[in-house]
């Protein structure tokens, strides 16, 4: 079969959390930090925290909000994570609900009946649990027949996500393909760690992939896809399965998300615009003639030198829109984000990029071209 995406679906939480709130209580945990460690930072055993700016995060990175599950422990200087109640075996688990409510949304755009898609992939940068996997609790609730299994790419997962689905349509072995990336960072961000705390959002999308004999009328050609890693310690997370073999393994801040954001951002430009130069040449594609870029959501400066490179010229927003603003970093969620709010307008024949690049690293690319 020829893949291509029939719809995608976005869940967007209620709750937003702007730089305002978000650095008021940062820097109310660094002044109860500071005077309760006096004596010993003045005897210089201690290192005095140093305040966030509301200022430095909107220029560093274009982020000036971000969705979460939770809002008022995140603020509370004591609590500084997200919290809610615990869901019993019996219940569908929070992860699982938000990957469903955009896939609902999906299947709905798409007209497409759940008994009808033949697999559920859950492409995400961490799972709730080990096991069951999660997508095969979102199968289960959305009543869909076939078999569903979970991956981790980090920020790649949703595009190394729609290449498997559309590898399986290729091969012949499915027709219709979910991909869900509930993203719900706010559980492994550090929020105490003032390099970081601004960085991610929650947020949960779906592609649906599908064969194009069965897509409906309007839809996007899927023209490649091109999946790259490179191993990189300059963004890493200890959790894991292993971490209760350490005595005091646990709860430590290397078992949240840490990264050399500056490294990250000069060896990621240069790789991921070759990888897009490079395929688009495969592709018989002119990169300049591109309608659209659906970036990767991390830096609203790693995305203008990035597009710079693949356009020839300073793109404009139209041209490679940010979603950084309201949504921050969603990992893997935020060019699926971009393309289901900046797509609608463009033009049957125009051709656009979806792009992902982060942590492993890993990046991958998605040309697709407007059907309808
Ligand atoms: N407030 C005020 N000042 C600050 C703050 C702050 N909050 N933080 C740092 N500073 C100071 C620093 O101390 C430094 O001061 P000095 O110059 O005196 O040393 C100065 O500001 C500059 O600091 P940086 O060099 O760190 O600042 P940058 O300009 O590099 O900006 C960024 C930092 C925004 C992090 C930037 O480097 C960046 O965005 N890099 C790219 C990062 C990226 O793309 N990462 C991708 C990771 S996401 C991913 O892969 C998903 C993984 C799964 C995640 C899910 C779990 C959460």
Redesign the pocket.
Known sequence: GRPVISATGLFTPEHVITNEELVASYNEYVEGHNASNANAIAAGEVEALQP??VE??EK??GIKARHVMAKEPILDPDIMSPRWEERGNDELSIMAEIGVKAARQALERAGRDPKDVDAVLCAA??MQRAYPAMAIEIQQELGIEGFGFDMNV??SSATFGIQTAADYIRAGNAKSVLVVSPEI?SG??NWRD???????GDVATAVLVEDAAIAPPEHWDILGTKLKTVFSNN?R?NFGFLNRAHPDGDGKPDKL?V?E??K??KE?VPMVAQMIIDEAERLEIDPKGLRRLWLHQ??AG?NRLISHKILGHEASNDESPTVLDTYA?T?SAGSIIAFHKHSEDLAVGDDGLICSF??GYSAGTVFVRKVG
């Not at 003032?194 to 991610?200: A, E, K, T, V």
């Open positions: 966030s700016s430095f995060i560093a990175s940068s961490n980090a920020c960072t492994h961000l003032r390099d970081s705390h601004f960085i991610f963004i997370n998300f990264q954001g500056r990250v951002f990621v991390a830096n790693m970093n990992s982060g942590a």
